[in-house]
Nanobody, 128 residues
């Protein structure tokens, strides 16, 4: 089984920045495509960003383009989400997800049903 552990969440003023990370472990973990999803109370879990196993294919939700950056370090087996110019909103939990890449994933990398493994999430608070 693949294990995902997120870290780096916290509180930040509107317009500020945070970087969160996800460490992946388990058999064949370097072969997994990764996604970041956000969920706030009473809402659906929505795709934020995704990156393939090699790091050469990246996708962002339209609302995050130009503000968020996803990357991965294969040496430490960690994926990152750099969040800039954060907007005031309801508290959100960011989840890391993993799946072995397929043609289906490349067509819809920000759809939650594409992913098999999930972390427990890390919470982010943005105050006005």
């Amino acid at each position: 089984q693949v294990r995902l552990v997120e870290s780096g969440g916290g509180s930040v003023q509107a317009g500020g920045s945070l970087s969160i990370s996800c460490t992946i472990s388990g058999a064949s973990s370097l072969l997994y495509c990764m996604g970041w999803f956000r969920q706030s109370p009473g809402t659906e879990r929505e795709g934020v960003a995704a990156i393939n196993d090699g790091g050469g294919y990246i996708s962002y939700a339209d609302s995050m383009k130009g503000r968020f950056t996803v990357s991965r370090d294969r040496t430490s087996n960690t994926v990152y989400l750099q969040m800039n110019n954060l907007k005031p909103t309801a508290p959100g939990t960011y989840y890391c997800a993993a799946v072995l890449g397929t043609a289906s994933w490349y067509r819809e990398p920000l759809v939650r049903n594409q992913y098999r493994y999930w972390g427990q999430g890390t919470q982010v608070y943005v105050s006005s």
